[in-house]
């Protein structure tokens, strides 16, 4: 089991910068490629990116591609999405979730097995 908490969420104006993190506990961390994903209102959970166990390889969605970027910290158990040049389509609840199916980053909502809780990021005009 892994246990995935998001923090970091919150209300920016567009062009604003947020820095999302997932705290993780449980089994072995460094093990799991880990990614994020988003859902608005309305709409099904998308991938936003993606990060290999050991950091080194990142995959990302167009909508968010030189916008956003994911770090990981093994030693710290956590993994981040540094979030700039926000707009108001950004707005979602976020999520972080750990693939212990691969060592490398994957896109599909179902190669995930942990999800955390989510976290509200919220973009005004």
């Known amino acids: 089991q892994v246990q995935l908490v998001e923090s970091g969420g919150g209300l920016v104006q567009a062009g604003g910068s947020l820095r999302l993190s997932c705290a993780a506990s449980?089994?072995?961390?460094?093990?799991?490629?880990m990614g994020w994903f988003r859902q608005a209102p309305g709409k099904e959970r998308e991938f936003v990116g993606a990060?290999?166990?050991?950091?080194?390889?990142?995959y990302y969605a167009d909508s968010v591609k030189g916008r956003f970027t994911i770090s990981r910290d093994n030693a710290k158990r956590t993994v981040h999405l540094q979030m700039n040049s926000l707009k108001p389509e950004d707005t979602a609840v976020y999520y972080c979730a750990a693939d212990g199916g691969s060592y490398y980053p994957r896109s599909g909502l179902y190669d995930y097995d942990y999800w955390g809780q989510g976290t509200q990021v919220t973009v005004s005009s």
């Open positions: 990060i290999s166990w050991s950091g080194g390889s990142t």
């Open positions: 449980g089994r072995i961390f460094s093990s799991y490629a």
